[in-house]
């Protein structure tokens, strides 16, 4: 691994709040969460030398973990077709989140599907533009934009709101 | 006018161009139909955030931290805003061991001491940083669960050191922003660590993150013994004058 500069560790832990925000959104469970940001750091670290100087540190990072998310995904849907769904079901009680209130909103990203998850928690949650989320997702600024209506659609419905 | 969903939510978003934005805030000052349509879009925004801005508010785990400073984790000269507690772990973390440090802390606590008068949210006594004034108020009486989004100090989580103190974090927003850690001790309350607040980024993302700095999280999960106080049992500490039970 090159050696990482000390200007870029200094400002991936000013950003692990916001990272850890961004996966709590992806990845609605709080240890998934933070198993995805260890997992961006790590990348992050070791690929480090793409970041373009002067790049906006916060997108290359979301980027990064966005893909992370997608590609733990990917494992747990062949892990899916493995096991039988008993075994999924189990989780280990853990007494941090048994603490932690689930709000209506939280349960609502959950149920959404991946694509519209992401767009919202990019634009809605981090207030990324409409370009910066298009960027990292790999699609034109028009389909963030659908995806966001119908994915804002979505959530008032799960959310029993009237529609705007 | 008719205006598309996309549209009024690009509006709520910040995403429109000048005049198309002035259209809808023409369209929503005298049409009920369409201010009705972007207050549901504000609400939604709204409740997405309450859900899960709590997020910036809790202590970083130390994994993380550790991992992304890699082989950066030793504070080196010159690096007068690090709080040095991972590089002295021999010692207690609120002994001043590093002249560097020390003089870090002393001179943002400067700052805020140097004013002639008694309000001095900081003042020194035998070396110590000693918290005065609104920040000795707030530490000793407001809760986190209960305080004004406008008041001049916030408290952010309180808990016990692995000494048995009471620590609590907080941010000032005096003449300058800072925010910090103070444990109460036999003397009062004594700043062990403060830090300028980072300036609320501009321009790139719009919303600022509202995170206490790493620096002070960093010193909370080194001092910390098991879990942050809930609010009872804040409010407990706050009845016992936040002197522990010996």
Same mark, same amino acid.
């Given at each position: 691994m090159p050696p990482i500069s000390e200007a870029l560790s200094a400002e991936i832990v000013e950003l692990l709040p916001r990272l850890r925000r961004f996966a709590r959104a992806l990845a609605g469970n709080p240890s998934d969460a933070d198993d995805l940001v260890q997992i961006a750091i790590e990348r992050a670290l070791a690929k480090s030398q793409q970041l373009r100087e002067g790049?906006?540190? @916060?997108?290359?990072?979301?980027?990064?973990?966005?893909?992370?998310?997608? *590609?733990? !995904?990917?494992?747990?849907? %062949? %892990?899916?077709?493995?096991?039988?769904?008993?075994?999924?079901g189990e989780q280990v009680a853990d007494p941090h989140s048994a603490r932690v209130e689930i709000l209506p +909103?939280?349960?609502?990203?959950? %149920?959404?599907?991946?694509?519209? %998850?992401?767009?919202?928690?990019?634009?809605?949650?981090?207030g990324l533009s409409y370009r910066e989320a298009a960027d990292i997702i790999g699609v034109a600024v028009g389909t963030v934009t659908s995806r966001l209506a119908r994915g804002r659609e979505a959530l008032q419905t799960l959310l029993g709101e009237e529609q705007p | 006018m008719n205006f598309s969903e996309e549209t009024l939510m690009a509006y709520v978003d910040g995403e429109l161009d000048g005049s198309t934005r002035e259209?809808?805030?023409?369209?929503? !000052?005298?049409?009920?139909?369409?201010?009705?349509?972007?207050?549901?879009?504000?609400a939604?925004?709204?409740?997405?955030?309450?859900?899960? *801005?709590?997020v910036l508010e809790e202590p970083v785990p130390a994994r993380l931290v550790s991992l992304a400073r890699g082989a950066h984790g030793e504070s080196k000269?010159? !690096?007068l805003l690090q709080f040095p507690v991972r590089s002295v772990p021999q010692r207690s973390w609120v002994q001043w061991s590093s002249l560097a440090a020390s003089f870090a802390l002393g001179a943002l606590a400067w700052?805020?001491?140097?004013?002639?008068?008694?309000? !001095?949210?900081?003042?020194?006594?035998?070396?110590?940083? +000693?918290?005065?004034?609104?920040?000795?108020? @707030?530490?000793?009486?407001?809760?986190?669960? *209960?305080?004004?989004?406008? @008041?001049?100090?916030?408290m952010g989580v309180?808990?016990?050191?692995?000494q048995g103190d009471y620590c609590r974090t907080f941010r000032l927003r005096d003449t300058a922003a800072a925010s910090g850690l103070a444990c109460r001790e036999s003397s009062?309350?004594?700043?062990?660590?403060?830090?300028? *607040? @980072?300036?609320?980024?501009?321009?790139?993302?719009?919303?600022?993150?509202?995170?206490?700095?790493?620096?002070?999280?960093?010193?909370?999960?080194?001092?910390i013994a098991g879990e942050p106080l809930d609010s009872a049992d804040e409010a407990a500490a706050r009845a016992r004058g936040w002197l522990p039970k010996r």
């Open positions: 790049a906006p540190l @916060a997108g290359w990072m979301f980027g990064i973990l966005r893909n992370a998310w997608i *590609d733990e !995904a990917r494992a747990r849907a %062949r %892990r899916h077709r493995v096991f039988a769904p008993e075994e999924l +909103v939280q349960q609502a990203m959950e %149920r959404l599907s991946d694509e519209h %998850r992401e767009v919202i928690s990019l634009v809605l949650i981090e | 259209q809808v805030e023409r369209a929503a !000052a005298t049409d009920p139909e369409v201010a009705r349509r972007v207050a549901a879009h504000h939604l925004n709204r409740k997405l955030r309450a859900g899960f *801005d709590p000269p010159g !690096a700052h805020f001491a140097s004013r002639l008068n008694s309000v !001095a949210p900081i003042t020194t006594s035998r070396g110590e940083f +000693v918290a005065s004034g609104a920040l000795e108020q @707030a530490l000793n009486g407001q809760l986190a669960a *209960d305080q004004a989004p406008a @008041a001049v100090v916030q309180s808990f016990r050191s692995r009062g309350w004594t700043v062990q660590v403060l830090v300028h *607040d @980072a300036p609320a980024a501009q321009g790139e993302y719009r919303q600022a993150a509202s995170a206490m700095p790493a620096t002070v999280l960093h010193a909370v999960e080194d001092s």
